[in-house]
């Protein structure tokens, strides 16, 4: 088994307006996911990301302070699972929560080096 990242990409829930009833099924829905690749042991870990962030660029390492508010698009998060090869790690992000609001996941291998 191999490694993969599910970077979760899309707009904030904050700016979509959504209702505390939509939010509280949102979070619903990912813990459903969450539970359901726990039970089939291809969770490895997974958090979501605070919204504010700050870049370090260039050789000058100059650091800027950004909001998602700036973005065309957010990274919400991530999650490490375990999969055989790329189609397994596919077919576990078809779970993904957030298509219907247009959200993205983006599937990457982790390098090992050991």
Known sequence: ??????IFIGVSYAEMNLSPEEIQNRAASWMSWN???????VLKEGNALQEDLRR????????TDRTSAELKELIGG??????ADFEGAIEIAQDYPDFD???TVE????????
Do not use: S
């Open 1 to 6: 088994m191999k490694d993969f990242m599910l």
């Open 56 to 63: 370090v660029k260039g050789p000058d390492r100059t650091v």
């Open 78 to 83: 991530y999650y490490i699972v375990k999969a």
């Open 107 to 114: 599937v990457r291998e982790v390098m090992h080096y050991n």
């Open 35 to 41: 539970e359901k690749m726990a039970k089939q042991g």
């Open 101 to 103: 609001l247009g959200g």
